[in-house]
C-alpha cells in the first residue's frame, strides 16, 4: 500500500487517481476540512489527520510500504514552510522507517541546491533531502520545476480576457512540467531500476522562455495576448508593505519572488536521464493544457 501525503494537492490527486487506476491499495493523507471525496470514491483509504501530529504520522504509516511526500506548506498552513516542509517532513521519514517502509518519495523542488537564502520552502527542502539520504531508508528525490497544472487558472482567464500577467523578466528560462508525468514518475520511482537512492531534476522536454507561455495560450485559443509586465520591483514594494503588518507573511513571500527571479529548467541530459531512468516520455505543455481546457 502507498501512503500518499498532502493527497488533495493538485500532485497528490493525480498519483492517488492513476494508483487506483492501477487498482493499486492507497492510503490519502488529508484534512478534516479538505475536499477529499473524489479520493474516496476512487476506493482509496482515507486517514484524516494533521501533518503536525507525531502520533497521527505514526498511525498513518502503519501497514504501509511506499511514501510518496507530495505535501507542501501552500496547500496546508498559510505557507508555514519550517512547520509543514520542514518539521512535518523530518516526521514522516522518522516514522516511515520505523513502520519498515520500503521506499520513500519525496517531491523537492527544482533549484533547491542553489542556497536561495530569501525562500523559506527551498531551504527546508534541502535540508530534508539530505536528512532523508542519511536517514537509511530506500529514496528518490524529484526536484519537479513548475507544474503545468499552476497554469490552468491563468489559462481560463486568459481565454475570458486575453489577459496574461507577467512579472519580472519575459526572456527568462523554465520547463514546466506535465504534473500527469510527475505524478507517474513518483510512482515509478518505487520499481524503477536505477531511480533507487538518486535525485533527479523533472522539467518537461521543452525549455521555454517566460514570455512563450502567453504564445501558447494565444495558439490554443486563437486570440492576441494582452500582455501586462510589471517590474520585479512591484513585488518587492508590496512584500515591504505587508512586512510591516505581517512578518511572517513577508518571509513566506520569499518563495514566491525567488521563483520570479530566477531561471528553473532542465538540461537536455537531466532529461534524457530522466526518460531513459523511467522509461517516459514527457508531456509537451502545450499537450497538457489542451487536453484539460478541451481544446
Known amino acids: 500500500m502507498f501512503l500518499v501525503t498532502g493527497a488533495t494537492g493538485d500532485l497528490g ?3 492517488v487517481r492513476l494508483l487506483r487506476e492501477r487498482d493499486v491499495s492507497a492510503r490519502s493523507f488529508v484534512r478534516l476540512d479538505a475536499r477529499y471525496a473524489e ?3 476512487r476506493g482509496s483509504e482515507i486517514f484524516i489527520g494533521d501533518l503536525r501530529r507525531e502520533r497521527d504520522l505514526h498511525k498513518a504509516c502503519q501497514g504501509i510500504q511506499y511514501v510518496i511526500s507530495a505535501h507542501g506548506s501552500g496547500e496546508t498552513s498559510n505557507g508555514d514552510a519550517e512547520t509543514i516542509d ?4 523530518i516526521e514522516l521519514i522518522d516514522q516511515a522507517k520505523a513502520a519498515g517502509v520500503q521506499h520513500f518519495v519525496f517531491i523537492s523542488v527544482l533549484g533547491v541546491d542553489r542556497g536561495y537564502e530569501d525562500a523559506p520552502v527551498f531551504k527546508a527542502k534541502r535540508e530534508v533531502e539530505k536528512y532523508l539520504q542519511t536517514s537509511g531508508l530506500s529514496y528518490t528525490i ?3 520545476s513548475g507544474f503545468a497544472s499552476n497554469l490552468l487558472s491563468l489559462a481560463e482567464q486568459f481565454r475570458q480576457t486575453g489577459l ?3 512579472i519580472g523578466d519575459p526572456l527568462s528560462r523554465t520547463s514546466i512540467v506535465s504534473t500527469d508525468d510527475l505524478a507517474r514518475l513518483a510512482i515509478a520511482a518505487v520499481s524503477a531500476e536505477g531511480a533507487h537512492n538518486q535525485i533527479f531534476a523533472v522539467g518537461g522536454p521543452e525549455i521555454l522562455k517566460r514570455e512563450d507561455i502567453p504564445q501558447i495560450f494565444s495558439h490554443i485559443f486563437n486570440r492576441e495576448p494582452f500582455l501586462l509586465n510589471p517590474p520585479l520591483l512591484a513585488v518587492d514594494g508590496l512584500r515591504n508593505a505587508i512586512g510591516l503588518f505581517n512578518p511572517k507573511l ?3 513571500l520569499g518563495t514566491f519572488r525567488t521563483l520570479l527571479a530566477n531561471e528553473f529548467f532542465t538540461t537536455a541530459a537531466e532529461t534524457e536521464r ?3 531512468t523511467f522509461n517516459i516520455q ?3 505543455l502545450e499537450t497538457f493544457l489542451r487536453r484539460y481546457l478541451g481544446v
Open 13 to 15: 490527486r493525480r498519483i
Open 282 to 284: 514527457l508531456e509537451p
Open 274 to 276: 530522466l526518460e531513459s
Open 164 to 166: 496574461y500577467v507577467l
Open 250 to 252: 513577508r518571509s513566506s
Open 86 to 89: 520542514y518539521q512535518a517532513s
Open 142 to 144: 524529484l526536484r519537479p
Open 39 to 41: 479520493l474516496e470514491n
